[in-house]
């Protein structure tokens, strides 16, 4: 079973950038469909990104990458606004079942990192 660890968040102005890592343990991540997610205070979870896949509210500014040697998944996130602020969270699930955007197909969390974007 995978184990995965965010790192990355931090606080920053409206227009800065933020690169966060999920690094993955006990498993490979190239076995597994994984994606960032994002919760912000009194709302919903919601996807990010995937690597075939991203949010409308985050296309040309974020970035996903996957680097299977070292087992771990990025996020660039550029031009960052208020609305982004959030816990992140990165998500998995065996490449063989269904992915996406939807935090109901995913099996595997981290415990999240905070980003802060101030104006």
């Known amino acids: 079973q995978v184990q995965l660890v965010e790192s990355g968040g931090g606080s920053v102005q409206s227009g800065g950038s933020l690169r966060l890592s999920c690094t993955a343990s006990?498993?490979?991540?190239?076995?597994?469909?994984v994606g960032w997610f994002r919760q912000a205070p009194g709302k919903e979870r919601e996807g990010v990104a995937t690597?075939?896949t991203y949010a409308d509210s985050v296309k040309g500014r974020f970035t996903i990458s996957q680097d299977n040697a070292k087992n771990t998944l990025y996020l660039q996130m550029n031009g960052l606004k208020p609305e982004d602020t959030a816990m992140y969270y990165c998500?998995?699930?065996?490449?063989?079942?269904?992915?996406?955007?939807?935090?109901?197909?995913?099996?595997?969390w981290g415990q999240g990192t905070q980003v802060t974007v101030s104006s």
């Open positions: 006990g498993s490979t991540i190239s076995n597994y469909c």
């Open positions: 690597i075939t």
């Open positions: 998500a998995a699930v065996p490449f063989y079942m269904p992915c996406g955007l939807s935090k109901n197909n995913y099996l595997h």
